[in-house]
């Protein structure tokens, strides 16, 4: 994975199939340059020993294969940074992950296009999860929440063309409103 | 400054044609993007934008794309399926966002199958471990 945005992209996923009704994500740089990512769902959640399965990446829910290493790869990429990840669950309730980049650490990926994941992630899931999404830095905070789109739009679905395109500019503007050119 | 009364404009622009569509979905094609780890790994959000993209600036309005996790087949990621009513489904490999463009343009929208991006054909050859 090359980009932090990549690592979110695989671990909104994971809430995805954890059948969520509402993903929060956020994303905040704060003045020092660490970068804090929260992934708040209300998914089925997981048990402990599911939950430690999920940090290791020999413990998967899928079938095809034994490994699973969505969860691994981002802990190991955050804690090459000087950063963390922890993950939180409680089932029937859902998780909470949160991964903690130092962006000055020469290990530190780029963020990557954070518009790009964000877009794809509401447009492949037009109906269900809705998305609250939060970024802020130093330079101000961008929101974005596909419940009150949804409301605007009734009943034009979120991935008509017209809309997409307006999502993926939308998204971008806020992305670089926060981040563009510091990540 | 993008903003909500956009999006309202939009949507009044927009809704004749969707509840058109609503009442009839028989021509709704689905692209099927798989976006698990070892998809993700491969490069698989560039191809699924680059669908995405593709199908909005030609307004196909009857075309759904949407993501799946990992199918097993991890070395031939990124992946596609595009299920068409009335076809076989056709699976597509190794792809990268030019080869999505051109599947939108050659595929879905003039209904040539593009056979050296398709699976069947890169058995064998391209997929070897």
């Given at each position: 994975?090359?980009?932090?945005?990549?690592?979110?992209?695989?671990?909104?996923?994971?809430?995805?199939?954890?059948?969520?009704?509402?993903?929060?994500?956020?994303?905040?740089?704060?003045?020092?340059?660490?970068?804090?990512?929260?992934?708040?769902?209300?998914?089925?959640?997981?048990?402990?020993?599911?939950?430690?399965?999920?940090?290791?990446?020999?413990?998967?829910?899928?079938?095809?294969?034994?490994?699973?290493?969505?969860?691994?790869?981002?802990?190991?990429?955050?804690?090459?940074?000087?950063?963390?990840?922890?993950?939180?669950?409680?089932?029937?309730?859902?998780?909470?992950?949160?991964?903690?980049?130092?962006?000055?650490?020469?290990?530190?990926?780029?963020?990557?296009?954070?518009?790009?994941?964000?877009?794809?992630?509401?447009?492949?899931?037009?109906?269900?999860?809705?998305?609250?999404?939060?970024?802020?830095?130093?330079?101000?905070?961008?929101?974005?929440?596909?419940?009150?789109l949804?409301?605007?739009l009734?009943?034009v679905p979120v991935n008509t063309p017209e809309v997409a395109l307006w999502l993926?500019?939308?998204?971008?503007?806020?992305?670089?409103?926060?981040?563009?050119?510091?990540? | 400054?993008?903003?909500?009364?956009?999006l309202?404009?939009i949507r009044?622009?927009t809704?004749?044609?969707?509840?058109?569509?609503?009442?009839?979905?028989?021509?709704?094609?689905?692209?099927?993007?798989?976006?698990?780890?070892?998809?993700?790994?491969?490069?698989?959000?560039?191809?699924?934008?680059?669908?995405?993209?593709?199908?909005?600036?030609?307004?196909?309005?009857?075309?759904?794309?949407?993501?799946?996790?990992?199918?097993?087949?991890?070395?031939?990621?990124?992946?596609?399926?595009?299920?068409?009513?009335?076809?076989?489904?056709?699976?597509?490999?190794?792809?990268?966002?030019?080869?999505?463009?051109?599947?939108?343009?050659?595929?879905?929208?003039?209904?040539?199958?593009?056979?050296?991006?398709?699976?069947?054909?890169?058995?064998?050859?391209?997929?070897?471990?």
């Amino acid at each position: 994975m090359r980009e932090i945005s990549l690592h979110l992209l695989d671990l909104v996923q994971n809430s995805v199939t954890a059948g969520a009704r509402l993903i929060e994500v956020s994303l905040v740089r704060e003045t020092g340059g660490l970068l804090k990512m929260v992934i708040l769902d209300d998914g089925r959640g997981m048990d402990k020993a599911t939950l430690e399965a999920a940090l290791s990446p020999f413990g998967t829910s899928r079938t095809t294969r034994k490994l699973g290493f969505g969860i691994p790869l981002t802990r190991e990429q955050a804690l090459r940074t000087g950063g963390s990840l922890t993950l939180e669950s409680t089932p029937g309730k859902g998780t909470r992950l949160e991964a903690v980049f130092d962006t000055t650490h020469i290990d530190c990926p780029p963020l990557g296009s954070l518009a790009d994941t964000l877009a794809g992630l509401v447009l492949a899931n037009p109906d269900t999860p809705d998305f609250s999404l939060c970024l802020a830095s130093d330079r101000g905070q961008e929101e974005l929440d596909t419940r009150l789109l949804k409301q605007t739009l009734d009943p034009v679905p979120v991935n008509t063309p017209e809309v997409a395109l307006w999502l993926r500019g939308k998204l971008e503007e806020m992305t670089e409103n926060c981040f563009g050119g510091i990540a | 400054m993008k903003s909500l009364s956009e999006l309202e404009k939009i949507r009044q622009q927009t809704l004749e044609r969707i509840n058109l569509r609503r009442e009839d979905r028989s021509d709704e094609v689905r692209i099927v993007v798989g976006m698990a780890t070892c998809g993700i790994a491969a490069g698989a959000r560039p191809v699924m934008m680059a669908f995405m993209t593709e199908c909005a600036l030609r307004k196909l309005s009857h075309v759904t794309v949407s993501q799946t996790g990992c199918i097993g087949m991890c070395r031939f990621e990124p992946m596609a399926d595009v299920f068409i009513p009335g076809q076989e489904k056709v699976t597509y490999v190794n792809l990268d966002e030019d080869k999505a463009r051109r599947i939108v343009t050659d595929h879905i929208v003039n209904g040539n199958p593009v056979t050296e991006y398709i699976i069947t054909s890169q058995l064998g050859s391209a997929g070897k471990e």
